[in-house]
Nanobody, 127 residues
Framework: QVQLVESGGGLVQPGDSLSLFCVTS????????MGWFRQAPGKEREFVAA????????GYEDSVKGRFTISRDNAKNTLYLQMNSLKPEDTAVYYC????????????????????WGQGTRVTVSS
């Protein structure tokens, strides 16, 4: 049974940092590209960051470049998102997602590319 469980969300002030975690099970983690998406209230789900199966190549949405860092630990079957210099517009529910990939360098930024999703963790940035 495939499971993706996000954690680490919370209420922070603008300029603060937060680390998100996605613990996975039920599949061969290193064979899957992983991504983070977010959905703000009243908006569609959008791409945030992604990485290939080996974690060496990554991609980011423009508004988070230089502030967010995606990483993974294949030994722990865990995906991370380090978020720095948070802004109110980063407020959203953050989801991790997984998709099988034959190329361990390829990352994906489209919702339809992904096969499995977590339930999300809420991040609120407010003063």
């Amino acid at each position: 049974q495939v499971q993706l469980v996000e954690s680490g969300g919370g209420l922070v002030q603008p300029g603060d940092s937060l680390s998100l975690f996605c613990v996975t099970s039920g599949f061969t983690f290193s064979s899957y590209a992983m991504g983070w998406f977010r959905q703000a209230p009243g908006k569609e789900r959008e791409f945030v960051a992604a990485c290939g199966g080996n974690g060496l190549k990554t991609g980011y949405e423009d508004s988070v470049k230089g502030r967010f860092t995606i990483s993974r630990d294949n030994a722990k079957n865990t995906l991370y998102l380090q978020m720095n210099s948070l802004k109110p517009e980063d407020t959203a529910v953050y989801y991790c997602a997984a998709t099988h990939s034959l190329n361990d360098s390829t990352w994906y930024n489209l919702i339809d590319d992904y096969d499995y999703w977590g339930q999300g963790t809420r991040v609120t940035v407010s003063s």
